[in-house]
Structures are given as structure tokens and as C-alpha cells.
């Protein structure tokens, strides 16, 4: 696991970045853990969730709309698919693209997973009402959209 900024207490003049990203570090961290169960990591949570609707994904739209750099996707993919997760073919229309889909197992690997992270987020929303979970949700909502574009336009590398 990796060691991140620490801090144990936010002064009012603290940088709200600084504290989001300490935040959001033991938040992974605490995630990486809970996957950890299942010899997984984040990005193959990421992966998984991206490919839940069960429709066929080209590989490069995938990586994309993930945020993952293709180059990383395809190692992602090779331990899905070699557990049996997700299946990769060639396209019919053009064999230089691959499309991948999430089967059976990997739904129900993906359940395990989402009751995982579910154990992690009460441990991370401990002494938070119901509505401050939501409200929590609503404003980190909006940091992430105010972030998540970098100035050329292209999304933010997420995981």
C-alpha cells in the first residue's frame, strides 16, 4: 500500500485541496484494502463498474471513458479476463478493434465487490447522517466536475 499526505485536524486557513486530497488518500486507501479480499484492486473495480450494463465495449472507448490509458486497460482486462470476468473478441466490422463485456461472473464478482465497498464507505461516513451523506456526495459532485477537465479539454486520468 501506498503512504499518502496525512493530516489530523483541518485549521480554517488549511488548503481545501490539501484536505480533500488527505481525504481522498485514506479513502483509497481504505478501499484498496476492502478489494484486497478479492486480490483486486480499484481500477479493476473501475472496469468492472464500466462494463455493469452488459452491452459489448470497444476497448479504446472503454479506457476512455474510465479515464485509464489504454496501455493500462489491457493489463486490467488480461487479469479479468483470466479469471473468467470479462471476455474480449474482435469486432466483426474491423479486427483491429476489440470489444469487451462483462459476463456472468463478473456480475456477480462485481455485487461481492459493490458489498465490499459498502463495508468501506460506512467506515468512511461513520458519524454522518443520512443527509450529510448525500450533501457530501452533492458538493464533492461538484469539486469533481470542477476538476475533472483538465485545461486541453481531456478528462482527468481517474485511478
Known sequence: MRKGPATRSAGANEPLGFIIASAG?????????????????????AVL???????EHA??????????????LVGLLGLLIERGLVERRESPADARV???RLREEGRLELEKLLRLAGASEERLTAGLTAEDR???????GIVYANVAV??????????
Open 98 to 100: 476489440k470489444l469487451v
Open 134 to 140: 448525500s450533501e457530501l456526495r452533492r458538493l464533492l
Open 59 to 72: 476497448q479504446q472507448q472503454l479506457a476512455s471513458a474510465l479515464g485509464i490509458p489504454a496501455s493500462r
Open 49 to 55: 463498474r464500466g462494463l455493469r450494463d452488459g452491452e
Open 150 to 159: 483538465e485545461p486541453e479539454g481531456r478528462p482527468v486520468r481517474a485511478w
Open 25 to 45: 488518500n485514506a479513502a483509497a486507501l481504505a478501499f484498496e484494502s476492502a478489494l484486497a479480499a478479492e486480490d483486486l484492486l480499484p481500477r479493476h473495480f
